[in-house]
C-alpha cells in the first residue's frame, strides 16, 4: 500500500509541476503579506499556548518538522464554531472541566435528537436510525474545546461589509424555494445549476471542511517540495508546493485555488489564492479569498490546524478558527465514490418535478 501512496504522489508532484510550467511563472496581484495579517500574533499565540511543554517536534530525514500522518477530527464535531453567548466575556481556558463537560454531554444529545431517525432502520438505544448507525461521527464526539474561532478574542466572526451582506442575501435567495411549492425541504430543484457544488459531486468540503457526521479522516504526505493534503471527504487532495513559486495569474482558478506553503518554524504556513468564484465560503463568493492555514504538531498524536480567513470585500477584518487534528492510524481514507452510480442529482430533480404537481410530500 504504501508503495501504491507513493507512486501516486509521485504522478500528482509530476502534473503540478507540468501545471506550474503551463502557467508561466505569472504573479497574482499584490496583498498584503499572509504572515502580517490583523491578528496573526494572537494566532501564534493561540498556537504556542497549545504546544506540550518539554516536547520537541519530530523531523523528517531532510530536516522539515514531521507533520506527516493519518488524522481525525471526528471527535470535534458538535463544538460550536463561535463562541456560545452563556460565555461571553470569557477565554477558552476560564471554562471549568465541569462546565465544559455539561456542555459536550449537551451537544451530545443535541446530535442524536438531529440524526434522521425514521422507522425501517438500525437501532441505537431503541431508536430507529434511517441510515447505516456507522454513517455517524457525531454522536458520541468527546471535544476538545468550547469553541473554534480565536481571533478576534471575543471569539466572533467579524461583521460583514455591505457587499458581504449583499452576497449572504443573494445566496439565500437563490437557494429558496419559490413561495406556494409543495415542499420547503432541500432548496430549488428546477435545474442541476440549482444544486450545490456538493449535491453535483464536484466539490465538499475542500476549504476547509468542518468536522461533521462523517469522512473527518485526512492524510497529510510530505516530501522536501511538496505537502499534500487528503481528505476523505469526495477524495479530495491539495498539492502544497514548498519551493517558493510564485502564485499563477489572475487566469488560472482551481476549485480550491493554489496553495503555497512555507516554514515559519515549527509551523507549516500555507497561502491559497485564486479560487474559483464558483466556490461559495460561509455563504459568500471566494472570488477575492484568501486561506492562510498553519499546520503545527503540537504534541506525540496532535496537529493545530487554524485557518485565517481574509476576504476584504466580505469581511471587516481577517479572523481564525482552528481545529485539533488527532493521529489515528484507525481512521483510514476511505473511497468515497460520489459519482460512480450516483442518481442523486436525477432523483432531487425528479423529486423537483414532483414537487410541482404537488405530489411530494413536505
Known amino acids: 500500500m504504501r508503495s501504491h501512496i507513493t507512486r501516486s504522489l509521485a ?164 437557494r429558496a424555494v419559490p413561495a406556494g411549492a409543495a415542499t420547503t425541504r432541500g432548496g430549488r430543484r428546477d435545474t442541476y445549476l440549482d444544486r450545490s457544488l456538493g449535491d453535483r459531486c464536484i466539490v465538499v468540503g475542500g476549504l476547509s471542511y468542518l468536522p461533521n457526521l462523517y469522512g473527518n479522516s485526512y492524510q497529510i504526505l510530505q516530501t522536501p517540495d511538496y505537502v499534500v493534503l487528503r481528505q476523505e471527504m469526495v477524495h479530495e487532495a491539495r498539492m502544497i508546493a514548498l519551493d517558493g513559486r510564485p502564485q499563477p495569474g489572475a487566469p488560472v482558478h482551481p476549485h480550491f485555488g493554489n496553495s503555497r506553503g512555507r516554514w515559519e518554524g515549527n509551523t507549516l504556513v500555507v497561502e491559497t489564492t485564486n479560487i474559483h468564484p464558483s466556490m461559495v465560503y460561509r455563504n459568500a463568493s471566494a472570488k477575492d479569498l484568501r486561506l492562510v492555514e498553519r499546520f503545527t504538531r503540537i504534541g506525540p498524536n496532535k496537529v493545530e490546524w487554524t485557518v485565517t480567513v481574509d476576504s476584504p470585500s466580505v469581511y471587516a477584518r481577517p479572523w481564525t478558527f482552528s481545529l485539533p487534528m488527532t493521529e489515528d492510524n484507525t481512521q483510514l481514507i476511505h473511497e468515497y465514490a460520489c459519482h460512480e452510480g450516483n442518481f442523486g442529482l436525477a432523483n432531487l430533480l425528479t423529486a423537483g418535478r414532483e414537487a410541482d404537481k404537488g405530489n411530494a410530500p413536505r
Not at 57 to 64: I, K, L
Not at 79 to 96: L, S, V
Open 11 to 174: 504522478v500528482a508532484v509530476a502534473l503540478v509541476a507540468v501545471s506550474s510550467v503551463a502557467t508561466g511563472g505569472q504573479t497574482s496581484s499584490a496583498r498584503p503579506d499572509a504572515l502580517s495579517l490583523t491578528g496573526s500574533e494572537n494566532v501564534r499565540a493561540f498556537i504556542a499556548s497549545r504546544v506540550q511543554k518539554d516536547w520537541t517536534p519530530p523531523m523528517t530525514p531532510w530536516g522539515h518538522p514531521d507533520i506527516s500522518g493519518i488524522f481525525t477530527t471526528k471527535d470535534e464535531a458538535n463544538t460550536p464554531f463561535e463562541r456560545p453567548d452563556e460565555w461571553a466575556g470569557r477565554r477558552m481556558d476560564d471554562i471549568t472541566p465541569k462546565e465544559f463537560a455539561e456542555a459536550v454531554a449537551q451537544r451530545q444529545q443535541a446530535a442524536v435528537e438531529r440524526a434522521p431517525f425514521a422507522g425501517g432502520g438500525e437501532a441505537q438505544e431503541g431508536v430507529a436510525i434511517a441510515v447505516p448507525i456507522h454513517w455517524f461521527d457525531n454522536l458520541a464526539a468527546k471535544n476538545s474545546r468550547p469553541w473554534f474561532v480565536v481571533d478576534p478574542p471575543e471569539g466572533k466572526v467579524p461583521a460583514r461589509t455591505p457587499e458581504g451582506l449583499r452576497q449572504a442575501d443573494t445566496i439565500a435567495q437563490r
